[in-house]
Each structure stands twice: as C-alpha cells, then as structure tokens.
C-alpha cells in the first residue's frame, strides 16, 4: 500500500525558507513513471498546486510561485521535497504531498498534510 | 491560467436525497478533470478522474460527467459521510488549478 508522509518544521519566521519533505512508502520512486507533487491549503481555503516532479528530476511550478519554489527529489531515501523562500504569513498553509500517476496530474495518493505557521 | 469555477459555493441536502454540483473550466479541458472529497482535518480524497471513473474503492453512488468546460458530480442518496467539502481540478494544462470547493451540508 502506497503511503506518503510530511516531514518539517512547523513554525518557519518571516523571510526565511520552508522546507519540507515527504517520504515515500510502499513504492519506488525511481521505479516508478509517477510524478509527484505539493499542494497547499491556507487554513479555511482552498486547495493551491505548488508543483510536480518527476523521478528524473524534470520540474513543474505554479508560474504565481515559480520565482520562490524548488522542487527535488532524492531517489536514494525515497523522498522529495519542497523548498519555498522568502515566507511570509500568506505561506501558512497545510502542504499536502501527493502522487501523480502519468500521464495526468490528479493525485490519487495524498500525505495527511503538515501545518506550516510562518510568524516571528 | 486555468480558471475553475465550482458552484453553488454551499449545497443544502437532506440525507437520503442526492446532490448534484457543478464546475465550469475558462477553457476546454477536454476529459482531463479530476473530483476530490474533503472532510474537516482530511487530505483531499480522490473521488473520480478522467471526468467519469471512479477512482480505486469508491462507491457507486458517485458520479462524474461532462468534457470540455462544464463537468457534474451526482451523489445519489446521500449518506452521513458524504457531507463535506468537494473540489474538482484540472488537470489538462500547467498550472494544475482547482475549483474553489462547494461545501455539502446537511439540510
């Protein structure tokens, strides 16, 4: 069975970088033809693709994000990950990770999320 | 970018009934829309891809149709479970972009 889970910091102050990890269980991501994703949720909101990455390392952002986002993957520890620099309070959110099966982008398999609060 | 738009923003059902919500994409999206369910303090769950199948385990009284820019979701007879927050997604173009959601709620 497919699992995925956050990892990071729950408290990140203004300006800095958010950093997160979702470690993947029950599938390889280098044996697989999946891409994998972030997604976020401001507390009451609604849902915000972040981007997506594929095993091989190709990349797509959210172009309102692109400038602040980086996606990557560590293929040896089974994991990807979500830089976001610069946070400000509009970045507290729930970041969702999530698998893409090709060649689509809806995400069949999601993290239970992780709350990220940026305040000082 | 894609626009999604969902409506109504809340929907009001006795259970038993059924429920019928709506998203309109700003363009063709072709069949490439996919639905999730979203209960308080949950992940989004994937209910239908592909506009119309059923994703892996989910039950037959959800119902996905449309193409191009008007797509549906039917929930016949609606149970306990069922009342949460739903959001169709896009899934033809980059950015991925969502729906704003529309809350079922029990009358």
């Known amino acids: 069975q497919l699992q995925l889970q956050e990892s990071g910091p729950g408290l990140v102050k203004p300006s800095e970088t958010l950093s997160l990890t979702c470690t993947v269980s029950?599938?390889?991501?280098?044996?697989?033809?999946?891409?994998w994703g972030w997604i976020r949720q401001p507390p009451g909101k609604g849902l915000e693709w972040i981007g997506s990455i594929y095993y091989s390392g190709s990349t797509y952002y959210n172009p309102s994000l692109k400038s602040r986002v980086t996606i990557s993957v560590d293929t040896s520890k089974n994991q990807f990950s979500v830089k976001l620099s610069s946070v400000t309070a509009a970045d507290t959110a729930v970041y969702y990770c999530?698998?893409?099966?090709?060649?689509?982008?809806?995400?069949?398999?999601w993290g239970q999320g992780t709350l990220v609060t940026v305040s000082s | 970018e894609m626009v999604m738009t969902q409506s109504p923003a809340t929907l009001s059902v006795s259970p038993g009934e059924g429920a019928t919500l709506s998203c309109r994409a700003s363009?063709?999206?072709?069949?490439?829309l996919a639905w999730y369910q979203q209960r308080p303090g949950q992940a989004p769950r994937l209910l239908i891809h592909?506009?119309?199948t059923r994703a892996t385990g989910i039950p037959a009284r959800f119902s996905g149709s449309g193409s191009g820019t008007e797509f549906t979701l039917t929930i016949s007879s609606l149970q306990s479970e069922d009342f949460a927050i739903y959001y169709c997604q896009q899934y033809n173009t980059w950015p991925r972009t969502f729906g704003q959601g529309t809350r079922l709620e029990i009358k």
């Open positions: 029950g599938a390889s991501i280098s044996g697989s033809t999946d891409y």
């Open positions: 999530a698998r893409h099966p090709p060649p689509s982008g809806y995400g069949d398999y």
């Open positions: 363009q063709s999206v072709g069949s490439n």
């Open positions: 592909d506009a119309s």
